[in-house]
T-cell receptor, first 115, second 115 residues
Framework: AQKVTQAQTEISVVEKEDVTLDCVYE???????LFWYKQPPSGELVFLIR??????QNEISGRYSWNFQKSTSSFNFTITASQVVDSAVYFC????????????FGQGTELSVKP | DGGITQSPKYLFRKEGQNVTLSCEQN?????MYWYRQDPGQGLRLIYY???????QKGDIAEGYSVSREKKESFPLTVTSAQKNPTAFYLC??????????????FGSGTRLTVV
């Protein structure tokens, strides 16, 4: 069965530290998509990135980077030089083809960046 | 601007009452979803609709009902049969509900409290 696990419930760092949020997924499908969303205190989830199962190339966007490794079923998210504005809950999610477009979410990791 | 509007932002329900949460989108998206968020449990799928006049149960549909009479609207009713309705409810939409490729656009959520 499909499942997403974010083992880190809460992480606290000091500003300018690097931090990595872990995501491990389970699926039997060969075609699937992985997502990261950010939920700031306002509550609305904001899309950060999507990767498909055939593209293992790592991606960097400013201070954000993502490491996708099919061999370990992981899709980890790193924030470099963290800032207070990065404080939020971060969700990793999985979708499979022909499953109604449903996203399966991990439990979320609450990141607190202190000045 | 296109987006998803959820109302009300805060809702208080008395024991034994039914309440309806509104979700409207002007993105011309085919698929819509309702999730429930509880602390430490991530997002759990309640109901989803891939097209107008059709919807399916998610993982925790008991005590909830929905309708999809218009493409833009997907209201969620929390019935008195839902034993623990206090939670944060998020509505989302997606361009289509087949491939899982597009991920979601989220509303800002409704926080429901039983008093």
């Amino acid at each position: 069965a499909q499942k997403v696990t974010q083992a880190q419930t809460e992480i606290s760092v000091v500003e300018k530290e690097d931090v990595t949020l872990d995501c491990v997924y389970e699926t039997r499908d060969t075609t699937y998509y992985l997502f990261w969303y950010k939920q700031p205190p306002s509550g609305e989830l904001v899309f950060l990135i999507r990767r498909n199962s055939f593209d293992e190339q790592n991606e960097i966007s400013g201070r954000y980077s993502w490491n996708f490794q099919k061999s370990t079923s992981s899709f980890n998210f790193t924030i470099t030089a963290s800032q207070v504005v990065d404080s939020a809950v971060y969700f990793c999610a999985l979708s499979e083809v022909n499953k109604g477009g449903k996203l399966i979410f991990g439990q979320g990791t609450e990141l607190s960046v202190k000045p | 601007d296109g987006g998803i509007t959820q109302s009300p932002k805060y809702l208080f329900r008395k024991e034994g009452q039914n309440v309806t949460l509104s979700c409207e989108q002007n993105l011309n998206h085919d698929a819509m979803y309702w999730y429930r968020q509880d602390p430490g449990q991530g997002l759990r799928l309640i109901y989803y609709s891939q097209i107008v006049n059709d919807f399916q149960k998610g993982d925790i549909a008991e005590g909830y009902s929905v309708s999809r009479e218009k493409k833009e609207s997907f209201p969620l009713t929390v019935t008195s049969a839902q034993k623990n309705p206090t939670a944060f409810y998020l509505c989302a939409s997606s361009i289509e509900g087949r491939t899982g490729l597009y991920g979601y656009t989220f509303g800002s959520g409704t926080r429901l409290t039983v008093v």
